[in-house]
Structure formats: structure tokens, C-alpha cells
Nanobody
Framework: QVQLVESGGGLVQAGGSLRLSCAASGRAFSNYAMGWFRQAPGLEREFVAA????????YYADSVKGRSTISRDNAKNAVYLQMNSLKPEDTAVYYC????????????????WGQGTQVTVSS
């Protein structure tokens, strides 16, 4: 079992930056690939970024590529999402998730989810 708690969301102006954090507790965090997803009102949850268990591989959605960086610190049981040059269309609830089978962008492959943190970007 892995418990995930996101933090770092908030209200920011377009062009600004935020760093989201996800704190993990439970068993063997370093065994899990991690992902960030987001869900805007009225829309389906979508993939944002993923990172392998070691941190050696990452993958991004086209919508955030070049503006966001996913990273992890296995010693701290944490994963991060640095988001720069934020746009109003980035407004959503952001979720972190853990996958014991490896890095993937498929929502259904993730085993554990956090409760989410709200990001609002004003124009």
C-alpha cells in the first residue's frame, strides 16, 4: 500500500511558475514509477508526466513538454512537478499516482492515487 499526498498548488498568474510536490508513505516507494495527471472541470483526467523508479527516464505530454520537469527524491519518498510559463489552460486539479509495473501514460495502469491539488492560472 502506498499513500500519496499532493501539495504546492495555488493561484498564479499566466507566465508564472509552481512546484507541485507529492509525498509518499508506505512500502518501497523507490519500486514505483510515478506519474502526474490533471483534470479540468468537465474534462477527463489526462496524463501530464511520468518518471521511472530510478528517475532515469521521464516522459511528458505534448501540452507541457518544455515547460515542465518531473523529478523524484527516493530518499525523501517524494516526487515533484516543476511547472513554468503557466497558461490558463493549465488550470486543473493535479494528481500524483504510483505504478508498480513501470513508467506509463495510461491512467488505468496506476495503482495508487493522491487526492489532488488545485492549480489555477489567471490570465
Amino acid at each position: 500500500q502506498v499513500q500519496l499526498v499532493e501539495s504546492g498548488g495555488g493561484l498564479v498568474q499566466a507566465g508564472g511558475s509552481l512546484r507541485l510536490s507529492c509525498a509518499a508513505s508506505g512500502r518501497a516507494f523507490s519500486n514505483y514509477a510515478m506519474g502526474w495527471f490533471r483534470q479540468a472541470p468537465g474534462l477527463e483526467r489526462e496524463f501530464v508526466a511520468a518518471i521511472s523508479w530510478s528517475g532515469g527516464s521521464t516522459y511528458y505530454a505534448d501540452s507541457v513538454k518544455g515547460r515542465s520537469t518531473i523529478s523524484r527524491d527516493n530518499a525523501k519518498n517524494a516526487v515533484y512537478l516543476q511547472m513554468n510559463s503557466l497558461k490558463p489552460e493549465d488550470t486543473a486539479v493535479y494528481y500524483c499516482a504510483a505504478d508498480r509495473d513501470g513508467m506509463t501514460m495510461r491512467i488505468g495502469d496506476y495503482d495508487y492515487w493522491g487526492q489532488g491539488t488545485q492549480v489555477t492560472v489567471s490570465s
